[in-house]
């Protein structure tokens, strides 16, 4: 089956203490994307990938960082995690680019910072 | 700068009843993208429709019928003889080649429950 996988599901963590939330697909995309929902905002773009080794900033990049070394993960690290990345966090994949044919979303890594 | 607007941020309406979900968008761009996307309680992402610029055609997908009007910048959503399965978050999206393959610029949302 065509996903987006991310891990973990859910996850309540200790401000300052570095975390990783996975993400894979196996649809082959060259692009991958990490966003973040708040209510009342939506979702906004952390980072974004157009292919290995390729990753640029998004609109709300402070306090992430990722990597893309193999076509199909696209991690997402918080080095030094803070209440205010508390957030709904999705990763998405897309072939040909997503403001053409839009992205494939994950399920979503539900993050609490206390 | 590229902007959705959804202004509705939670409609209530009881089961059979046709609801309008708006979207009003904002772009520079002559060729752009528009998106709904549906977000259950379950919490996934599922992609509902997408629409170029150049097709300004209504689309009807069952109880689901999409009116793209490029005078007023409004891609709006209305589901017809509502069910209590459609409660949802429902978000719409641009996208804009241009001004970047990867970016999907999404509204606030709109928070719809359907009453039994």
């Known amino acids: 089956e065509a996903q987006v996988t991310q891990n973990p599901r859910y996850l309540i963590t200790v401000t300052g203490k570095k975390l990783t939330v996975t993400c894979s697909q196996n649809?082959?995309?060259?692009?991958m994307s990490w966003y973040r929902q708040d209510p009342g905002l939506g979702l906004r773009q952390i980072y974004y990938s157009m292919n290995v080794e390729v990753t640029d900033k998004g609109d709300v990049p402070e306090g992430y960082k990722v990597s893309r070394k193999e076509k199909r993960n696209f991690p997402l690290i918080l080095e030094s995690p803070s209440p205010n990345q508390t957030s709904l966090y999705f990763c998405?994949?897309?072939?040909?680019?997503?403001?053409?044919?839009?992205?494939?979303f994950g399920s979503g890594t539900r993050l609490t910072v206390v | 700068a590229q902007k959705v607007t959804q202004a509705q941020t939670e409609i209530s309406v009881v089961e059979k009843e046709d609801v309008t979900l708006d979207c009003v968008y904002e772009?520079?761009?002559?060729?752009?993208?528009l998106f709904w996307y549906k977000q259950p309680p379950s919490g996934e992402l599922v992609f509902l429709i997408r629409?170029?610029?150049?097709?300004?055609q209504n689309e009807i997908s069952g109880r689901y019928s999409w009116n793209f009007q490029k005078s007023t910048s409004s891609f709006n959503f209305t589901i017809t003889a509502s069910q209590v399965v459609d409660s949802a978050v429902y978000f719409c999206?641009?996208?804009?080649?241009?001004?970047?393959?990867?970016?999907?610029?999404f509204g606030q949302g709109t928070r719809l429950t359907i009453n039994p």
């Open positions: 772009t520079r761009d002559t060729t752009y993208y």
């Open positions: 998405a994949s897309s072939s040909t680019g997503a403001g053409n044919y839009g992205y494939t």
């Open positions: 629409r170029n610029s150049f097709d300004e």
């Open positions: 649809m082959n995309h060259e692009y």
């Open positions: 999206a641009l996208g804009a080649p241009n001004q970047g393959a990867q970016k999907l610029v």
